[in-house]
């Protein structure tokens, strides 16, 4: 498993509460792009329509060497999920408000699959309390070290 890109803003802005691996259909000339690490999942979310998922604002870079009929670079993607998952994830975002993000993206036995989460908003407090949890147990590691 090649993990290509990460959402680190996710940890640090949502507690998350499940996750799920889905797989993701593209084009050719997107799997190019992805494979050489041309992928942005910062502001992307997960939306559903018709019983489907889609990723929506993934930021795919055009592959430069492919010809003019190249793909739209924030198109909305398929997600491939089970329909009991896209099921429950429906009416997990529709009931309690929460919001599906994805994780990361990586290459799994030489397809895409796209990491994604039942995630829940943090409060502005509790993002700074974990701010002081982990300044608190970096402080710990470096005096366990023998380092002041």
């Not at 982990?134 to 590691?141: E, H, L, P, T, Y």
């Amino acid at each position: 498993m090649k993990v290509i890109t990460n959402n680190k803003k996710a940890r640090h802005d949502y507690f998350i509460l499940d996750k799920y691996e889905a797989g993701i259909k593209l084009k050719g000339s997107e799997i190019k792009s992805i494979r050489a690490g041309k992928i942005n999942i910062g502001d992307s979310y997960v939306t559903f329509k018709n019983g489907e998922a889609f990723l929506l604002n993934a930021h795919i870079s055009k592959f430069d060497k492919s010809n003019i009929f190249n793909h739209d670079e924030t198109r909305s993607r398929k997600l491939l999920l089970h329909k009991s998952q896209i099921r429950k994830l429906h009416q997990e975002v529709m009931q309690m408000g929460h919001s599906v993000i994805p994780l990361r993206v990586y290459i799994d036995k030489g397809l895409c699959k796209v990491e994604i989460a039942l995630v829940k908003g943090k409060k502005q407090y509790d993002k700074r309390q974990d701010l002081k949890e982990r300044d608190q147990m970096a402080r710990i590691d470096r005096q366990l070290k023998g380092r002041y």
